[in-house]
Structures are given as structure tokens and as C-alpha cells.
């Protein structure tokens, strides 16, 4: 069907916390198998995989050593035929991620390059000379870009005498996209697995494969040794290789791609967006999750900002209105890289399951695919760990730089930024039940599970008629049955308001207002317009709303109104 993806909800799944189906502590494919039947309950129509395929695990998949195989734990290939077989079954799509920006340096590919300056592959990564060597004899890396995991991005290799090159860790070196037969490589792959019956990508840093293949020194600010620029998505030719990964791939099937695409604008969206550019059906976009990230600092993600609603809000309008009707966005708040949205924008105490049903329905009214992150749907929250029970390799090698290397922020702020903002908020195990190692598993977990199993897990949100599970499973209906959702605009309402974000959606002679309440404070707001002809699609307090001009909104409360055509 085309654009069928306009019109669903991808669930995002993280194999190694979802379930594990043979209690080694670690989750697997057919503990997913077990629990379709619950994601078909909750109505979604794509699920998203986050890597299976066989890696050393030093970024938890996003090192692949064979892209042809499942990494053991998670099972075997016939397990993934199996659960692409029940899924379709169900009615359910599957996305794979895409990681090929980089290998693991344990794939043969690297293996072989490594050995020597003119092995066969030694031109399948690349490789780059000293551009000296320091007062102790150290060589000094070609230029000061630096890693997402902290330091240079050149990692020496003693044998061979020269730098590689890695954007991430140094077990991730990075695949020379300007070869070839690289290229064709990835294609032939992807086609085996679309072959095999695989729905559609996700595709990891999707902007970063082409190189500036001068590899200049970025611009540095005072004190800064290595750089992380905008500039590693903008490469002369990324456009041309997603128009030839398109062509040669998704081109031949009905899939659905969306491409994970730091430090892209809105503008730039529609380029990598629009049906005529022959690219991506859509992107990951990052501007909104980098709003509570002070701006500029030598610490990145960890220096915490407060949340400023108006900025949020500005963005969101940015990319509703930049891409009506020329391209397509994704909708999320969370995914594993992200901390938990209710912890970081909501309340997750008193008021965790108002705030989290709040966020969900101000996020999957926009125009847009919504995605959601295993446990988002019950309200999973933040965790609390020491740091040696993280399992995450950018919090330890981000410790290391930043609090012993240097020390600039001491232990404990680190950690409360750790708490805040770490990727393992995200992955700890899916709390099914109030069991032991709540349902999860019978053994101990890769990595802890929260402590508050107890009070949110699955089963009691399924048995509760008024929960956030049962909240999103609406959400997800309604996007299926209003025209309105997917095909209006979008217009923000009171764009200075600290606490409140409301807007309006137009389809026609259809009407979708909503507002939610980012703040525990009870607000007075002032509507235009005729509001006795709406009706209320949806609204998170008992208590009766009484529609009209002036309204109070309660603490993290959220309404939808919508005006049908037919009263207009
Ligand atoms: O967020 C970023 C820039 O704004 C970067 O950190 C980067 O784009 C992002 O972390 C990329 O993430 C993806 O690739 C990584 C992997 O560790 C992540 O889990 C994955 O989502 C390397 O493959
Ligand atoms: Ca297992």
C-alpha cells in the first residue's frame, strides 16, 4: 500500500531488555515472539529492531561483525524467520537497523584491512597517516575530529603504522563509502534480508557515510582538542549514496525507511524527505531532544539545561510547518539513546501517569509516523545506579574524559547528569510484572532492573481501563480513524506560554485543538473561536471539562477538542 507508514505507529524494541525466553538473563528474539500478541493488543503497526546481527557487543549491536547472522544469545536465523512469519501473521511490519556506517573492527572486513597496507580490504575503511609525532614519540592524529564516545577519532594501529578512522568507538571503525564495491557490498546485504521478508530500515547516522574527504581540522573553540562537527553530515556526497541505496534497495520493495540524521534542519529534512527526491520516507531528527543540552559546552549532553517549553515549542513548529506537504517526519520522545520522557519532561512521581499520558497525546497529535520505545506505553521511568552498574560505553568512556581526564565536573555531578540523561535509563529490562526481575527473566539481568517493577509493569496497566497503556492503544486508534491527524496542519497556539503547549490542527472544514500542561501549576487559558460545536476526543482527568473561551487546566493535564465536519 503506499505511504502505508503515514498512517502507522512503529514500536520500537531493544532485543536485549524486551524478554528473554530461556532465562540467561539477556532478552532475545523468541522472547519477542512471545509477547506479538501484546503488541498486537496495543495495535501498532511496525516494530523496530534495534542490531540482532552477530557483534562483540562493545555499543550493544551498533558493532557488527556479520551482518548475516544473529548475535547467539538473541537466537538464530530461523528464530528470525520465525518472528517476521508471526509478526506478518499479526499484521505487524518489521524494521531492521541498518548500521553501516561502521563495522565492528572484529568483522573480517577489518580483520583483513588491518593487516596490511595493501590487503584486498585495506581500502574498505580508512586509513590515514600520522601528521607527526609528539615530544614522547606519540603520532599525532591526522586533524582534531573527534569521537561521539569521547576523544580523537582516529584510533593508531601499531601494525600497519597509520590512523583509522572512527566517529564512534574505537571498536566501530568506519566503512569507506567513497569505494565502490563498499557500497555494493551493503546493497547485496540489505537486499538478502528484504528477500527474506524484512519490512523496512532503520538506518543508523544515515547523513554520516560521506566523508570530507580532505579531512581538513574543523574550527575549534578555545581548549578544544577534538571536535565533533555538523560538518560530519554534511558530505559532498551523502545525497547521491541515499538516492543509490534507494535505488539499488528500497526502490524494489513496498518498505519503509526512516534515517537516523543528527545535526539535520528542517529545510535540510525535506531533502532527504521528499517523495521526489527518491531518498528516505523520513528521519530522526534531533533538535528537539538537544533543548535541555546548555548550549555549547565543553561537557556535551551532560551539561542539563532546564527545560524551556517555548524553545520546544518553536522547533516543533519549525519542522510541522517546514514539511507540510513537501516531506515526512518522525514523531518520538524516547528511544535508547534517550532518557526516559517522563522522567525528563514530566513528573514521574505524584503525577507520572497524567504527565506520561500528557506527553503521549501533545506528541502523536502531530502530523508525523509516532514511534514509541518499549516501555514508553506503561510509563517507564529514569533509574537511579552507581556507576559501575551501567553497562553503557559512552557513560564510562564520557567519565573517564570528563571527570578523571578533565575534571571538569566533579563525581557527583557527572552521575546526577548520568541519572538524568544516560542512555541506560532507556534499557533496562521491561518491567512485565511485579515478579522477580519483574517478569523479565528468571535469571539476573544483563543490566539492573528498575527498582519501581513493582509499581509500573505491564500486567497492572493492562488491568486498569484508565492507564497509560490503554491510553496509547487509544491514541494509536485514533490516528487509524482521523483523517485529521495524519493530513492537517498545524498552527501553535500561545507560542510564549511557559507551561502550556496547544495547538490546532486544520483538515478542511475538521478541527483539532490540544493543550497540555508541561507544569504542575493549574493554569487559566483564554481559547478563541466558537467553542461550544467541539466535542472532547480526549482528555486525562475524571473531573467533567466544561468547554468554553476561558478554561482551567489542571496539573500535566492534557484535552483534545475536535469540531467534525458535519457540525461546521
Ligand atoms: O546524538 C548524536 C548527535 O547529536 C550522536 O550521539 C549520534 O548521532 C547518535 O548517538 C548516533 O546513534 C546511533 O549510532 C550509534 C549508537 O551507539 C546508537 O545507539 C545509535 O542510535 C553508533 O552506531
Ligand atoms: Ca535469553
Not at 528468571?442 to 539481568?445: G, K, V
Not at 480526549?538 to 482527568?541: E, F, H
Given at each position: 500500500m503506499a505511504d502505508f507508514w503515514k498512517k502507522s505507529v512503529v514500536y520500537q524494541i531493544y532485543p536485549k531488555s524486551f524478554k528473554d525466553s530461556n532465562n540467561d538473563g539477556i532478552g532475545d528474539l523468541r522472547g519477542i515472539i512471545e509477547k506479538l500478541d501484546y503488541l498486537q493488543e496495543l495495535g501498532v503497526d511496525i516494530i523496530w529492531l534495534n542490531p540482532v546481527y552477530a557483534s562483540p557487543q562493545a555499543d550493544n549491536g551498533y558493532d557488527i561483525s556479520d551482518y548475516f547472522s544473529i548475535y547467539p544469545p538473541f537466537g538464530t536465523l530461523d528464530d528470525m524467520k520465525q518472528l517476521l512469519q508471526e509478526s506478518h501473521r499479526r499484521g505487524i511490519k518489521v524494521m531492521m537497523d541498518l548500521v553501516v556506517n561502521h563495522t565492528s573492527d572484529e568483522h573480517i572486513w577489518f580483520k583483513e584491512s588491518r593487516k596490511?597496507?595493501?590487503?584486498?580490504?585495506?581500502?574498505?575503511y580508512i586509513w590515514r597517516d600520522a601528521r607527526g609525532y609528539d615530544d614522547n614519540r606519540k603520532p599525532i592524529p591526522p586533524n582534531n575530529w573527534g569521537s561521539f564516545f569521547s576523544g580523537s577519532a582516529w584510533e593508531w594501529d601499531e601494525n600497519t603504522e597509520q590512523f583509522y578512522l572512527h566517529l564512534f568507538s574505537k571498536n566501530q571503525p568506519d566503512l569507506n563509502w567513497e569505494n565502490d564495491l563498499v557500497r555494493r557490498k551493503i546493497y547485496d546485504m540489505m537486499n538478502w534480508w528484504m528477500q527474506m521478508g524484512v519490512d523496512g530500515w532503520r538506518i543508523d547516522t544515515c547523513n554520516l557515510y560521506s566523508k570530507q574527504t580532505a579531512f581538513l581540522d574543523f574550527p575549534s573553540r578555545d581548549g578544544e582538542k577534538y571536535v565533533i562537527s555538523p560538518m560530519y553530515a554534511r558530505g559532498p556526497r551523502i545525497h547521491e549514496f541515499l538516492r543509490e541505496m534507494n535505488r539499488e534497495v528500497f526502490s524494489r520493495y513496498d518498505c519503509v525507511t526512516v534515517g537516523e540524521a543528527p545535526f539535520t534542519t528542517a529545510e535540510e529534512a525535506i531533502i532527504y524527505t521528499a517523495p521526489g527526491e527518491r531518498k528516505l520516507n523520513m528521519i530522526f531528527t534531533f533538535e528537539h531532544m538537544e533543548i535541555d543540552s546548555a548550549p555549547g559546552s565543553m561537557n556535551g549532553k551532560w551539561d542539563i539545561a532546564k527545560l524551556n517549553l517555548p524553545r520546544l515549542k518553536k522547533v516543533f513548529e519549525k519542522w510541522q510547518k517546514t514539511l507540510y506537504k513537501k516531506g515526512w517526519n518522525s514523531l518520538y520522545?524516547?528511544?535508547?539513546?534517550?532518557?526516559r520522557i517522563v522522567s525528563r519532561w514530566g513528573d514521574d512521581g505524584q503525577y507520572r501517569v497524567k504527565s506520561a499520558k500528557m506527553l503521549a497525546c501533545i506528541l502523536h497529535l502531530m502530523q508525523g509516523t509516532p514511534f514509541i520505545y518499549q516501555g514508553e506505553e506503561i510509563g517507564m521511568t529514569n533509574c537511579r545506579y552507581n556507576l559501575e552498574d551501567y553497562n553503557d560505553i559512552e557513560i564510562h568512556n564520557a567519565y573517564r574524559e570528563i571527570v578523571q581526564e578533565q575534571k571538569t565536573m566533579t563525581h557527583d555531578e557527572f552521575m546526577e547528569a548520568v541519572h538524568k540523561k544516560g542512555r541506560d535509563n532507556a534499557r533496562t529490562p521491561f518491567q512485565w510484572d511485579d515478579s522477580e526481575n519483574a517478569g523479565f527473566s528468571?535469571?539476573?539481568?544483563w543490566l539492573k532492573v528498575n527498582p519501581r517493577y513493582k509499581e509500573i509493569n505491564a500486567e497492572k496497566d493492562r488491568k486498569s481501563p484508565d492507564s497509560i497503556y490503554y491510553w496509547y492503544q487509544k491514541l494509536i486508534r485514533l490516528r487509524k480513524e482521523m483523517e485529521i491527524i495524519t493530513e492537517g496542519d498545524f498552527n501553535l497556539l500561545f507560542p510564549d506560554d511557559e507551561d502550556i503547549f496547544a495547538y490546532m490542527r486544520t483538515f478542511e472544514d475538521e478541527r483539532l485543538i490540544v493543550v497540555g500542561n508541561f507544569s504542575g501549576k493549574t493554569r487559566e487559558i483564554e481559547l478563541d473561536g466558537q467553542l461550544d460545536v467541539y466535542e472532547i476526543l480526549?482528555?486525562?482527568?475524571d473531573e467533567r471539562l466544561s468547554i468554553s473561551n476561558r478554561i482551567t487546566v489542571k496539573p500535566w493535564e492534557v484535552f483534545a477538542l475536535y469540531r467534525g465536519a458535519k457540525i461546521a
Open positions: 596490511s597496507r595493501d590487503n584486498p580490504y585495506r581500502d574498505f520522545w524516547n528511544n535508547h539513546d534517550q532518557p528468571s535469571a539476573r539481568p480526549l482528555k486525562n482527568y
